[in-house]
């Protein structure tokens, strides 16, 4: 892909926890389910859907919190308690990153938004593409698609 400035570099608010991203993402999304409501605080969760192999932690060690599912693991820092990512996501090799953690977030739009059923009253993401619920799987290869040709890129 080009448009990328990479590597990014991300930390926690107490910044024990650093990472990097090596490697573009592939979706970019907001959540407005109640469970991402309860673990941020606010209407909805960001997440930038990265490559495993492009992602790192570079210093601190993260720590499981949140729903402690087999299928899904939320990474915090053990310090300040956030939220910084979720591995064993919807596509296998993937991490969900929280991309308000990056030192420039400034160009960070939802590419598509789900559960808008539970979303809050007037919570608005700026996503182009709305579900209801979470998207049906056959979906997502239409959303990595668009997204690869219409998703943000950091100026």
């Known amino acids: 892909m080009r448009g990328w400035r990479l590597p990014w570099n ?5 910044g024990e926890v650093k990472m990097t991203v090596t490697a ?3 979706l970019s999304a907001a959540c407005h389910c109640r469970d991402c409501q ?6 909805y969760s960001l997440t930038l859907m990265l490559p495993e192999t492009g992602f790192a932690v570079v210093s ?10 087999a299928e899904l693991q939320h990474r ?7 939220w910084l990512y979720t591995s ?29 059923a539970e979303r809050m009253p007037g919570a608005t993401t700026g996503a182009k593409i709305a579900y209801d619920h979470w998207p ?9 698609e668009g997204y690869a040709r219409d998703g943000a890129r950091p100026a």
């Open 88 to 116: 064993g996501a919807v596509l296998p090799g993937f991490v969900n990153f929280r991309p308000t953690l990056l030192e420039d977030r400034s160009w960070i739009v939802p590419y598509f938004e789900t559960k808008t």
């Open 136 to 144: 049906p799987p056959d979906d997502f290869g239409k959303l990595l």
């Open 60 to 69: 601190g060690a993260p720590v499981i919190g949140g729903l402690h599912r």
């Open 76 to 82: 915090f820092c053990p310090r300040c308690h956030n």
């Open 38 to 43: 309860k673990l941020t605080g606010g209407a």
């Open 10 to 14: 991300a930390a926690c608010l107490c």
């Open 24 to 26: 573009p993402p592939v």
